[in-house]
């Protein structure tokens, strides 16, 4: 998905600079698809603005909360990854996704103000 900032500088390429759709695609390496859409839209609109129920992460929410805390006060070399945060609990039961855990683990993580950088 592309912010903000390039769906305007895609624009701008496109009505002020009158570059075409292929070769803005190829400057800043994304798709024509893309490209095309920022230029027909006049406002970005990939927003999702309701939560969906989670119905596989639901019973396992409390789980994740407590591993992530608990993975967040241990010192750098101990900490565990988010793929075998995983693991874990897919041993205990887990049946949703990778993607699924990883986003409601990055939505925990906000809430807790845990600042994870690491590449998982």
Do not use: W
Request: with cysteine.
């Amino acid at each position: 998905m592309i912010g903000k900032i390039q769906y305007n500088y895609i624009r701008f390429l496109y009505f002020n600079k009158h570059k075409s759709q292929r070769a803005i695609a190829k400057e800043m390496g994304i798709h024509r698809a893309t490209v095309k859409r920022a230029i027909k839209n006049p406002e970005q609109k990939y927003h999702i603005n309701v939560d969906r129920d989670k119905p596989i992460n639901g019973d396992f929410e409390k789980r994740i909360k407590h591993l992530l805390e608990y993975n967040s006060n241990q010192p750098k070399n101990q900490k565990l990854t988010k793929r075998r945060i995983y693991e874990l609990i897919c041993e205990e039961g887990y049946k949703g996704s990778y993607s699924s855990f990883t986003y409601q683990a990055r939505k925990i993580e906000e809430t807790l103000g845990i600042n994870s950088h690491s590449k998982c």
